[in-house]
């Protein structure tokens, strides 16, 4: 197979001399290919949870003002989602000491036992039953998904180990964002020394990630499956007249700024989760329905004349030739949509919507700094988290002869 | 068979790109549709599986007007082979290749069968090549997965829009020689469209030369380049015409089959006289095989009177005959390259079978020159 030069759609960052030999691949020579993993990208997505690693297993001073009045001034905070991963043992011990206060500790976790409280059985029972479903749990399941990723594509790019990596890292991440209060005790604390509201205190972050993911994904179902469908009819030789009029509706929706599509919402539809919805539809449905039309008719026209030429329906032209060729871009769209979506939500906080919105907005009523970076630091996560699994979702639905090398 | 009867293509715009067509392409021909950009071959072309619509007249497909069958089962009948290839870069090999047999719901087994079959028809390795994805093909390689999913469900009928225009002149003619070694095997009634005139005189069994919409002729290769009707068609086979025909001919056509050879063992006086006899200057050298060894003339045989193998000017066959299955168009240039009047001619093995003289090469030219000009 002499010829053009190899192209190297995907992967920048890629390894040399790659190769796709129909799944036969080389001869295995494990050590020299191991080396090819550790890429530079890949060394500091371990650094960083080395890193983590070691910083959430210290001993730490408490700061949460209630614990301190509890008299917990120093705990040992170990990270309670490894426990079943290291120790397969759920009572492993976590050391406050003097205290049998778990609401810290126990959050989002999996269940943690405080080693020297007055009274073990009373806090294990607080700390609830061990193999409670939690977002240690879905990290560790994305854990699980990028392993199998890599070994599903190992042949497309070679890339075992790194995504491994990079999953825990991102495992570690999540962990402690949503899942660990002590880890934003120590960090508000290191911002804001002298702040006496650290954490904020009508919710808790594991809640308003919950609220704000509700929002996020309720809006953005709405939007792709409203976006796709008018971007696959203004495509249509039937339709094709209303374009310009769709792209104008769609291009409006997001010139205004969304502030006000929820004040207008809020007296129409009242106050609450709806309203919020509903600007956050007209917000996203730009991505999405510019990128669909941009995707469809991007198609090579030769590969539809072909298509055509051999008889197939319209709708077997669309779903099978089309949509499939323009998948990759429709679904950067969808990404780009969802993230956008994730930041706009917090503004839903104005009509009572919940979310991150929250402690931004009493943070900034009541100039509590503290809960402003909370919220906007959980937001800016959690639309990276999204990004970062709509691009692994992306990754898997691109048909693979759109992005084999040579 | 597949006819045009009256047929215009009126466009939204008021432009005719097809004017009052009529013409009737023959069951298992090449028939070359050619003309000047503009000329309405593709459009003509188009509107025999309906992706374009007719605007009057008809096309009868297999003695039906080709209206009679939904547009997509008309399709499916009939092969589809594109310049730009337009191979679905997101399928394999052999979902390319089974597109229409899947359309028309054949089991699996039977569409990996054809897929095998059709793959080693165009010469592709189908262990190799099967799970390949376009991508991983050169230009030539995805043009064979073109005319091999064209070929999917076996239609009787294909429509070829320059199917080789975009590949390198050496590519081409490969592929030009492997689907005419195709074609032998499978017959299928095929219109071809080109713009290249070269091609059309090879691939065609017949040229249709359409000009603004009107066929302007219609005729075999050999008479189109012999009787060109008007000037259009002179100017467009081009000045070179005469060379272009002798390229349609074979040596084995046209040499002749007696000529005066003497055996390598023979005297120096059998050669004399068999040279005397003929009436020639000079004959070809065999040996006992038959096998052309060189030549011996007059002047040779002068200077050594005793010895054949001294006064023969000794050659490889290679080099001073043209095989049988050579076109008159490549004797030519062997005879003018070498500066000779007359060459001989070989097989495969080298053994002499006839030979063949500049004078008539030239006779035949100056006949197709004369009758040209006389059908002006």
Same mark, same amino acid.
Not at chain 2, 33 to 36: D, E, R
């Given at each position: 197979?002499?010829?053009r030069?190899?192209?190297?759609v995907?992967g %920048?960052t890629?390894?040399?001399?790659r190769?796709?030999?129909?799944?036969?691949?080389?001869?295995?020579?494990?050590?020299?290919a191991?080396?090819?993993?550790?890429?530079?990208?890949?060394?500091v997505?371990?650094?960083?949870?080395a890193?983590?690693?070691?910083?959430?297993?210290v001993?730490e001073?408490i700061?949460?003002?209630?614990?301190?009045?509890a008299g917990?001034?120093?705990?040992?905070?170990v $990270?309670?989602?490894?426990?079943?991963v290291?120790?397969f043992?759920p009572?492993?011990v976590?050391?406050?000491?003097g205290s049998d206060?778990l609401r810290?500790?126990?959050?989002?976790?999996?269940?943690?036992v405080v080693s020297d409280s007055?009274?073990?059985?009373a806090?294990?029972?607080k700390?609830?039953?061990p193999?409670r479903?939690? =977002?240690?749990?879905?990290?560790?399941f994305?854990v699980?998904v990028?392993g199998?990723l890599?070994?599903?594509?190992a042949?497309?790019?070679?890339?075992?180990v790194?995504?491994?990596?990079?999953?825990?890292g991102i495992?570690?991440?999540?962990?402690?964002?949503?899942?660990h209060?002590?880890? +934003?005790d120590?960090?508000?604390?290191?911002i804001f020394?002298?702040?006496?509201?650290?954490?904020y205190?009508s919710n808790?972050?594991?809640?308003?990630a919950g609220?704000?993911?509700?929002?996020?994904?309720i809006?953005?179902?709405?939007t792709?499956?409203?976006?796709?469908?008018?971007?696959?009819m203004v495509t249509?030789?039937?339709?094709?007249?209303?374009?310009?009029?769709?792209?104008d509706?769609?291009n409006?929706?997001?010139?205004?700024?969304?502030?006000a599509i929820v004040?207008?919402?809020a007296?129409?539809?009242g106050?609450?989760?709806?309203p919020?919805?509903?600007? =956050?539809?007209?917000?996203g449905?730009?991505p999405?329905v510019?990128?669909t039309?941009?995707?469809l008719?991007?198609?090579?026209?030769?590969m539809i004349?072909?298509a055509?030429?051999?008889?197939?329906?319209a709708s077997?032209?669309?779903?099978q030739?089309e949509?499939?060729?323009a998948?990759?871009i429709?679904?950067?769209?969808?990404?780009?949509?969802?993230?956008i979506n994730v930041?706009?939500?917090?503004?839903?906080a104005?009509?009572?919507s919940g979310?991150?919105?929250?402690?931004?907005a009493?943070?900034?009523?009541?100039?509590?700094q503290?809960?402003v970076?909370?919220?906007?630091?959980?937001?800016a996560?959690?639309?990276?988290?999204l990004?970062y699994?709509?691009g692994?979702v992306e990754?898997v639905?691109?048909p693979k002869?759109?992005?084999?090398?040579? | 068979?597949?006819?045009?009867?009256n047929?215009?293509?009126?466009?939204?715009d008021?432009?005719?790109?097809?004017?009052?067509?009529?013409l009737?392409i023959?069951d298992?021909?090449i028939t070359v549709?050619?003309?000047?950009s503009g000329c309405g071959?593709t459009?003509?072309?188009?509107?025999?599986?309906?992706?374009l619509?007719?605007s009057?007249?008809?096309?009868?497909v297999?003695?039906?007007d080709?209206?009679d069958?939904? %547009?997509?089962e008309l399709?499916?009948?009939i092969?589809?082979?594109?310049?730009q290839v337009?191979?679905? &870069?997101?399928m394999?090999?052999?979902?390319?290749?089974a597109?229409?047999?899947?359309?028309?719901? +054949?089991e699996?087994?039977?569409?990996?069968?054809?897929?095998d079959e =059709?793959?080693?028809l165009v010469g592709l390795d189908?262990?190799?090549?099967?799970d390949?994805? $376009?991508?991983?093909?050169?230009?030539?390689?995805?043009?064979r997965i073109?005319?091999a999913?064209?070929?999917?469900?076996?239609p &009787?009928i294909?429509?070829m829009?320059?199917?080789?225009?975009?590949i390198d002149?050496?590519?081409?003619?490969v592929?030009q020689?492997?689907f =005419?070694?195709?074609?032998?095997?499978?017959?299928?009634?095929?219109?071809?469209?080109?713009?290249d005139?070269d091609?059309?005189?090879?691939?065609?069994?017949?040229i249709a030369?359409?000009?603004e919409?009107s066929?302007?002729?219609y005729?075999?290769?050999?008479?189109?380049l012999?009787?060109?009707?008007?000037?259009f068609?002179?100017?467009?086979?081009?000045a070179?015409?005469q060379?272009?025909r002798?390229?349609?001919?074979?040596v084995?056509e046209?040499?002749?089959?007696?000529t005066?050879?003497v055996n390598?063992?023979?005297?120096?006086e059998?050669?004399?006289?068999?040279?005397?006899r003929a009436?020639v200057?000079?004959?070809?050298?065999?040996d006992?095989?038959?096998?052309?060894?060189g030549?011996?003339?007059?002047?040779?045989?002068?200077?050594?009177?005793?010895s054949?193998?001294?006064?023969?000017n000794?050659?490889?066959?290679?080099?001073?005959?043209?095989?049988?299955?050579?076109?008159?168009?490549?004797?030519?240039?062997?005879m003018?390259?070498?500066g000779?009047?007359?060459? $001989?001619v070989?097989?495969?093995?080298g053994v002499l079978?006839?030979?063949?003289t500049l004078?008539?090469l030239?006779?035949?030219?100056?006949?197709?020159?004369?009758?040209?000009d006389?059908?002006?």
């Open positions: 197979m002499g010829g030069g190899s192209g190297h995907r %920048a890629g390894t040399t001399g190769t796709v030999n129909g799944g036969l691949g080389e001869g295995p020579r494990p050590l020299a191991l080396g090819r993993f550790f890429t530079p990208a890949a060394l997505w371990l650094a960083f949870a890193l983590l690693f070691v910083a959430m297993n001993r001073t700061h949460d003002p209630q614990l301190r009045a917990v001034k120093e705990a040992t905070i $990270p309670d989602l490894w426990l079943p290291f120790s043992n009572s492993t976590v050391a406050i000491k206060d810290v500790l126990s959050f989002g976790g999996l269940p943690a007055p009274n073990p059985a806090a294990s029972d700390a609830g039953a193999w479903v939690t =977002l240690g749990w879905f990290a560790l994305m699980l990028e199998l890599g070994v599903r594509y042949q497309r790019d070679e890339k075992l790194r995504p491994l990596v990079r999953a825990a495992f570690l991440v999540i962990w402690s964002i949503y899942g209060e002590p880890f +934003w120590w960090l508000l604390h290191g020394p002298s702040s006496p509201d650290l954490l205190n808790t972050v594991i809640s308003l609220q704000h993911l509700t929002l996020v994904l809006s953005s179902v709405i792709v499956a409203i976006g796709l469908a008018l971007g696959i249509r030789a039937e339709f094709r007249e209303f374009l310009p009029l769709v792209s509706i769609v409006s929706g997001q010139t205004v700024p969304t502030l004040a207008i919402m007296p129409i539809i106050f609450g989760f709806w919020a919805i509903v600007a =956050l539809i007209l917000y449905l730009l999405v510019r990128n039309i941009v995707g008719e991007g198609v090579d026209p030769s004349d072909a055509r030429g051999m008889g197939m329906t077997q032209i669309l779903w030739i949509v499939p060729n998948s990759r429709i679904l950067a769209g969808v990404r780009t949509s969802v993230v930041g706009t939500a917090a503004l839903g104005y009509v009572g979310g991150f919105g929250n402690p931004i009493s943070g900034l009523n009541q100039a509590i503290p809960w970076l909370l919220g906007a630091l959980s937001a996560l959690l639309a990276i988290l990004d699994i709509l692994r990754y639905m691109t002869g759109l992005i084999i090398e040579r | 068979m597949i006819e045009f009867q047929v215009v293509k009126q466009f939204p008021g432009f005719r790109a097809v004017n009052g067509l009529s009737t023959h298992g021909e549709l050619i003309g000047p071959k459009t003509s072309m188009r509107m025999v599986n309906r992706l619509s007719i009057d007249g008809r096309i009868m297999e003695g039906r080709n209206r069958f939904p %547009a997509e399709r499916r009948k092969g589809y082979a594109i310049q337009g191979l679905f &870069p997101h394999t090999v052999l979902q390319n290749i597109v229409v047999p899947r359309l028309l719901g +054949w699996e087994d039977r569409i990996h069968k054809r897929v =059709l793959l080693e189908p262990d190799v090549n099967r390949k994805y $376009p991508r991983q093909l050169s230009g030539g390689q995805q043009q073109g005319v999913r064209a070929l999917g469900a076996d &009787p294909m429509l829009d320059e199917p080789f225009g975009a002149p050496i590519t081409r003619e592929l020689d492997e =005419l070694e195709i074609q032998k095997r499978i017959s299928k009634t095929i219109i071809f469209v080109t713009h005139i091609e059309a005189i090879k691939m065609g069994d017949r030369i359409m000009r919409g066929l302007v002729q005729d075999t290769p050999d008479t189109l012999a009787k060109p009707r008007n000037r068609v002179r100017d467009f086979v081009g070179d015409r060379l272009k002798l390229g349609l001919l074979r084995r046209l040499m002749a089959k007696e005066p050879h390598l063992r023979d005297r120096a059998d050669a004399r006289s068999a040279i005397e009436g200057k000079s004959a070809f050298v065999v006992e095989d038959g096998v052309l060894r030549w011996v003339d007059r002047e040779g045989l002068r200077e050594n009177p005793d054949l193998l001294d006064a023969m000794e050659g490889d066959y290679r080099e001073i005959g043209v095989r049988q299955s050579a076109t008159a168009r490549e004797a030519l240039s062997a003018v390259a070498r000779f009047r007359i060459t $001989p070989v097989n495969e093995k079978v006839g030979s063949i004078r008539a030239q006779e035949l030219a100056e006949q197709g020159w004369a009758e040209g006389q059908a002006t």
